[in-house]
T-cell receptor, first 115, second 113 residues
Framework: AQSVTQPDIHITVSEGASLELRCNYSYGATPYLFWYVQSPGQGLQLLLKYFSGDTLVQGIKGFEAEFKRSQSSFNLRKPSVHWSDAAEYFCAVGGVNFGNEKLTFGTGTRLTIIP | DGGITQSPKYLFRKEGQNVTLSCEQNLNHDAMYWYRQDPGQGLRLIYYSQIVNDFQKGDIAEGYSVSREKKESFPLTVTSAQKNPTAFYLC????????????FGSGTRLTVV
């Protein structure tokens, strides 16, 4: 069965500081990996995704993530955070099985930005 | 612009009532999903549908029902059998089978009063 672990429930960083959100996954084959962001009371917006190829993927809003197969990780990074980055972040893993695409989500990491 | 529309944004249910949450998409996506979100628990899959007139139970289907009569629409009914329905409900869609990830609606917050 596929699963995702986001070990950090809540992270606080200063505006302008760098950010890394951790994500570990379990999946039986080559996974599709995603990071989503959610503002309070809103739906989820896709930040970036990894299918294959270059293990460092770039996303929107200046985010990037690195796929490390040996560590079963897909950590999200940003060199310098802005106050508008405060939100909840979800990692997801999945694949296409018999034409069905099904994602499993982690429990999320809430990011707080302090001045 | 194409997207997913969920309505209403807020919904209140009395004990013993059934309520229906609407989800409509104009993305021409084949597959649609319903998730429930509770604090600290992430997203849990309720039902999903890959094609019209077909749907499958997810991990927490008890107390919920769905229909898929049109490609664009995937309404979710929260029945009186669902004992703890207060939650944030998210609808999502994907083209189906291409690994592109989901597009989400803006959600419906259901509260039992």
């Amino acid at each position: 069965a596929q699963s995702v672990t986001q070990p950090d429930i809540h992270i606080t960083v200063s505006e302008g500081a760098s950010l890394e959100l951790r994500c570990n996954y379990s999946y039986g084959a080559t996974p599709y990996l995603f990071w989503y962001v959610q503002s309070p009371g809103q739906g989820l917006q896709l930040l970036l995704k990894y299918f294959s190829g270059d293990t460092l993927v770039q996303g929107i809003k200046g985010f990037e993530a690195e796929f490390k197969r040996s560590q079963s990780s897909f950590n999200l990074r940003k060199p310098s955070v802005h106050w508008s980055d405060a939100a909840e972040y979800f990692c997801a893993v999945g694949g296409v099985n018999f034409g069905n695409e099904k994602l499993t989500f982690g429990t999320g990491t809430r990011l707080t930005i302090i001045p | 612009d194409g997207g997913i529309t969920q309505s209403p944004k807020y919904l209140f249910r009395k004990e013993g009532q059934n309520v229906t949450l609407s989800c409509e998409q104009n993305l021409n996506h084949d597959a649609m999903y319903w998730y429930r979100q509770d604090p600290g628990q992430g997203l849990r899959l309720i039902y999903y549908s890959q094609i019209v007139n077909d749907f499958q139970k997810g991990d927490i289907a008890e107390g919920y029902s769905v229909s898929r009569e049109k490609k664009e629409s995937f309404p979710l009914t929260v029945t009186s059998a669902q004992k703890n329905p207060t939650a944030f409900y998210l609808c999502a869609s994907t083209p189906g089978g291409r690994g592109g990830g989901y597009t989400f609606g803006s959600g419906t917050r259901l509260t039992v009063v």
